[in-house]
Every structure is written in C-alpha cells, then in structure tokens.
C-alpha cells in the first residue's frame, strides 16, 4: 500500500543551523501539508501546498520556514536558522484532492531536535 | 478558529470490550468534518472514521463508530471488541469545508489494550 515517507526520523542540528525536513508523497497525490507537534502539545498544521504554491499558511509558518517540491517528488521544509523552540516532531501529508473532508495520509515524522 | 479538545490524556480497556474516546470541538462554521486519527507507536498516524457534519446518522466502520451530537459540539469514538492491535495514540480533528485539507487537531488520548 503506498504511504508518505519521511527522512530522517530524527534529525539533531545545532541552533542557528539550517536544517531540510524530506518527504515524499504518495505518488498521484496533488496536496501536501506539514503539520509539527511540540513535545506534549497539539499536532499544529503550518502550511498547504497546490500546483508549487503555498496554499495556506498559519502564523507558525513565518519567513524562517519555506517548503518546495524541487523534482516532482519529493516535498520539503526548511526551517532556516534554527531556535530550540522549532524542536519538535514534524509531520508531512498528502492528499489525493482538496475536496471537503478528503483524507490526508500522514508519514511516520521527522523528529527535530535543536540542541 | 477552531479548537479541538480531548479531555482523556490516557484510557485503558481490557481486549474484547468497550471503550469510548471523547472529543469536544468549537467552531462557528455551518459546514464541516470531523476525524478520528490513529497513530500506533511509531507508526504513522492513519484514518480511522469520518463524519460529515451535515449527516445526522453516525458513521460506522466496523468495530468503529461514533457519536456525533452537533448542538453539543460532540464527537466520540467508540471501538467495539478492542483488539491488542487497537493501542496507538487517537486524535480528534475538525477540518472545516472551506479551509481544504487543513486539520485542526485535539491533544490525544493514549489508549491502552490489555489482554
């Protein structure tokens, strides 16, 4: 069965470090999101993304964090310049469509830890 | 904004019973859905129900069903014939009809299968 895969599990960077958070979608997926959870908080959605554009974006997502789909494949976060707030486990998905009440398929996340 | 909460940090059943997840949401949209998301451990998070808000009867599947009580805001989840494999981390998620694929989620609640 497909799934979203997510590389690396566990990524430790120093603060100030630019780090890329990998995914890659199921392949005839059109929408995909990150979400990141902060240890012991909600799972919080940052950003849609649709024909290589942003969608959506919550006032999480601010200039430090851009995401890209460089190769028709793979989707990515980049969180430039680290803060050890960022750590966190992030959380990428995709979606088949955008319609009401699709369902997203979540990879196994990548857990960001800024030391 | 919509706020999603889950007021059982942790819930344990004995295999073969009952068990219910409870799940309370505010919002002020008309039209919307509501999901339950499983993740076991280490696992990536994956559908378990959907209800669509303007559906009065309660979505079934299998040994999942819930209970969906719109005045009160009110989703649970109940699972029937709980199997060992049922362990996992279960979250509570609004996604409104005009906000496509973004995922509000509740904190989750830990349930715990013993056999």
């Known amino acids: 069965e497909p799934e979203v895969t997510q590389t690396p599990s566990h990524q430790v960077t120093q603060m100030g470090q630019e780090v890329i958070l990998r995914c890659v979608p199921i392949?005839?997926?059109?929408?995909f999101y990150w979400y990141r959870q902060i240890l012991g908080q909600k799972v919080e959605f940052l950003v849609s993304f649709y024909n290589n554009e942003i969608s959506e974006k919550s006032e999480i997502f601010d200039d430090q964090f851009s995401v890209e789909r460089p190769d028709g494949s793979n989707f990515t976060l980049k969180i430039r310049s680290t803060k050890l707030e960022d750590s966190a486990m992030y959380f990428c998905?995709?979606?088949?469509?955008?319609?009401?009440?699709?369902?997203?398929?979540f990879g196994q996340g990548t857990r960001l830890t800024v030391v | 904004a919509q706020t999603v909460t889950q007021s059982q940090p942790e819930m344990s059943v004995q295999e073969a019973e009952t068990v219910t997840l409870s799940c309370t949401y505010d919002t002020s949209e008309n039209n919307y859905y509501l999901f339950w998301y499983k993740q076991p451990p280490s696992r990536q998070m994956i559908l378990v129900i959907r209800?669509?808000?303007?559906?009065?009867q309660n979505a079934t599947e299998n040994r999942f069903s819930v209970n969906f009580q719109k005045a009160a805001k009110s989703f649970s989840l109940k699972i029937s014939d709980s199997q060992l494999g049922d362990t996992a981390m279960y979250f509570c998620a609004f996604m409104a009809s005009t906000s496509y694929g973004k995922l509000t989620f509740g904190q989750g609640t830990i349930l715990t299968v013993h056999p």
């Open positions: 392949s005839n997926h059109l929408y």
């Open positions: 209800q669509e808000a303007y559906k009065q």
């Open positions: 998905a995709s979606g088949r469509d955008r319609g009401p009440g699709t369902e997203a398929f």
